[in-house]
């Protein structure tokens, strides 16, 4: 488990976006990415205004020692970029809008990279290990099924125009209590 460590305590009024922004964070750990790169992206996606290192240290109250590589990473991954900065030694940074494009590029280059590497040692075991007898052929065919299986729900997910509408049987209830 990731901890992030604080270094200050963030404004009162912060402190709710704090909250999300650590949630978030939670939540995108089980797409492979840290704890930090959500509360840094939730924090620069809701912001006005393009924020600084020493902005997101505040807000989160975190070190700059965690925040920077991060936000370099979070660039690598086309999820923020740099913003025109207000002086040459300070750089600042703003959520890529289209959250639809983030998530598809996000998708191709680290999904997509996983399920061929996933495919190719499948398709390598059952070229040369699969059939000795040791293995259950049901659970050998019901593995490659779901290789299979993911490997289209990917494709179809990347088809579409815009993942982030649903189809109107799918949507939630925003007025229903959660």
Known sequence: ??????KEKPSKSNKCLQ?????????IRYWGFRRIHGAIWTQVY???TPLSCTDLTQKL????????PALDELCNYKLIEEAPAPNEKTKVYKAVE???????HVLEIRE??????ITRDFDTFKQKDASNGEYDQSKVESLED?????????EIMLSQKNLMQLPMELEPNRDAPA
């Open 46 to 48: 809701l912001s006005k």
């Open 112 to 117: 997509r990279k996983m399920l061929k590497q």
């Open 61 to 68: 109250g975190l070190s700059k020692a965690l925040i920077s």
């Open 146 to 154: 779901m290789i299979l299986s993911a490997n289209l729900m990917l």
């Open 98 to 104: 289209n959250i639809n494009d983030v998530i598809k």
């Open 19 to 27: 909250s999300l922004s650590l949630s978030i964070g939670n939540f």
């Open 1 to 6: 488990m990731n901890n992030m460590k604080s």
